[in-house]
Each structure stands twice: as structure tokens, then as C-alpha cells.
């Protein structure tokens, strides 16, 4: 029997330089000094707590990954309870020696510890790997998530706004307007309208 050369652990603070390189592209944009404090109070504050833990995976001795898990429910409206695997992210040279399976099993045993029977995860839309490794997994699609800056769409917004057709107030208005334009007509009579 072979030993596998693939260990779990939970985060400490010593972790934080490689999760913040490891999540880079999960993480908030902003420098790198920012990103490693993000971090640290997202590594204290899961150490300290029954609904989160973060666990890295090592390969022969060697930080090779990383997830994190939070007991929360679906969704705000639907309250079962769902264990998230936030970031399952290996790092390539080690993927393809079971570190991802693994960080997923850590993922499973927590929900079972805690008497939850649902997990969920998210992967880049972009990800072909990764969807296709949850897909192995028997993880289907549930929700589409997307994110957009505010100014975006707001923009888009006001682009599609339609053209709002008059309210019997603004009916009252938009009648008004158009019955001086005629009274004026009227009042000029056959003039032909003076050139500038």
C-alpha cells in the first residue's frame, strides 16, 4: 500500500502569502499589501469560528492548495442549509496528484460533521477544467451569479430605458404643450417661418 503524499491541515497565520498568491483572481482588486491583510482577518476569523474553516492541502511537505469552507444556507430566501467550497484552487504543478480531490473530500467530511447534507461551489465561467472536474463530481449547475460594475450598469440602463409613453398626467401636460404649439401656428397664420 502506498502512502499518499497528500496532507490536510487547517490555515494558521503563516499561510497568508501563499493563499493571497493561490486566490489572487478570487481576491478584491487592490494591491498586494491590502489583498495579504484581506486575508489575514479572512484566516483569524475562520480560525476563531464553528461555521468556517479554511484548509490547505500540502504535497510531500509542500503548500499546494486550498479551500475554504463556510456552513451557510442557498440562498437568502432558500434557508437550507449548504456547506460552500469557496476557491478549491490547486496550484499546476501539483494538480493531477489528487490534492483537488482531496480538498474536496475535507469538504464533504465537514458538511457530514456538521449535519449538513448539501455542498455547493463556484467555478470561473471561463474554467474549462474546473467545471469540468465539479461536473465529474456530480455538481450541476443551480444559479447563474454574475457581477458587473455599478457604473455599468447603470449606463446600460439608461440606454435601454424606454421611451414612456404619457400617464393621464403627463397625457394632460404633453396636451397642453401641443395645443399652445398650434395656437401659436394659428395665431401666425400662413406665415412662412423666417429664416435664421
Do not use: C
Amino acid at each position: 500500500m502506498t502512502r499518499s503524499m497528500v496532507t490536510l491541515r487547517e490555515a494558521e497565520a503563516g499561510d497568508v502569502l501563499f493563499l493571497a498568491e493561490l486566490w489572487e483572481s478570487s481576491l478584491r482588486r487592490a494591491d498586494h499589501q491590502d489583498q495579504v491583510a484581506d486575508l489575514e482577518q479572512v484566516v483569524k476569523s475562520a480560525g476563531g469560528s464553528t461555521e468556517q474553516r479554511i484548509v490547505v492541502a500540502e504535497y510531500d511537505g509542500r503548500p499546494a492548495g486550498a479551500v475554504l469552507l463556510r456552513i451557510t444556507t442557498v440562498t437568502p430566501l432558500n434557508l437550507d442549509p449548504v456547506v460552500q467550497v469557496l476557491s478549491p484552487v490547486v496550484l499546476p504543478e501539483f494538480r493531477r496528484h489528487g490534492v483537488g480531490r482531496l480538498l474536496m473530500d475535507a469538504a464533504l467530511a465537514y458538511a457530514e460533521d456538521n449535519g449538513v447534507t448539501q455542498v455547493s461551489t463556484a467555478a470561473a465561467a471561463g474554467s474549462r477544467d474546473s467545471n469540468r472536474f465539479l461536473a465529474r463530481l456530480a455538481f450541476a449547475p443551480l444559479l447563474t451569479y454574475r457581477v458587473a460594475p455599478t457604473v455599468s450598469v447603470r449606463a446600460r440602463l439608461a440606454a435601454q430605458r424606454p421611451v414612456v409613453a404619457p400617464t393621464a398626467a403627463g397625457g394632460r401636460q404633453l396636451g397642453r404643450v401641443l395645443a399652445a404649439r398650434r395656437s401659436q401656428r394659428r395665431a401666425l397664420g400662413a406665415q412662412p417661418p423666417t429664416a435664421p
